[in-house]
């Protein structure tokens, strides 16, 4: 098993106009992107946008809802790694994509602003994004050996 953790990533906005959290409807299941800008130098404004996809099951949907998680929002995630594989109905042929299976989410930051008139910017009362979350729960060799965060420079160093 791969352990995923994504830092700083926003939720993405839905694909094709459409909501950019998809809740099943027994509410047991939920689905959304996480996306993060990248320097490419090819690409047009020499950045360009990654988006995995995550899945959510049981409780964490709970979670997700009472978070009131929408397009724009900054977390910190912690999942393992997939893929969702299917069969294409026109060509027949398999497909398959990354996904995350969420194990923790965690709320950074609200990713819009707002000016206030007086020449600031008005955001929430959460704080700039920072390279020293709490640490999540330490683990046992159970989960991979996965034992914390460490802020380190510039970035985030998990070991």
Not at 51 to 67: H, Q, S
Request: charged residues 30%; hydrophobic residues 35%.
């Amino acid at each position: 098993m791969f352990k995923v953790i994504a830092s700083e990533v926003v939720v993405s906005k839905g694909f094709d106009n459409k909501p950019a959290i998809k809740f099943s409807e027994k509410g047991d299941f939920v689905r959304f992107r996480i996306g993060t800008k990248v320097y490419d130098s090819r690409a047009d404004k020499n950045h360009r946008w990654i988006n995995v996809g995550v899945k959510a099951f049981g409780p964490l949907c709970e979670r997700i809802r009472k978070m009131q998680l929408k397009e724009g929002s900054f977390v910190t995630l912690i999942g393992r790694y997939d893929e969702d594989i299917w069969e294409d109905e026109k060509t027949k042929e398999k497909r398959s994509v990354p996904v995350i299976i969420l194990e923790d989410i965690e709320y950074c930051f609200s990713g819009g602003s707002k000016n206030s008139g007086d020449g600031r910017n008005a955001t929430s009362s959460a704080p700039e994004p920072a390279n020293n979350y709490a640490a999540p729960p330490a683990s046992d060799s159970m989960n991979g050996g996965f034992t914390g965060f460490q802020s380190y420079g510039g970035g985030n160093a998990f070991f």
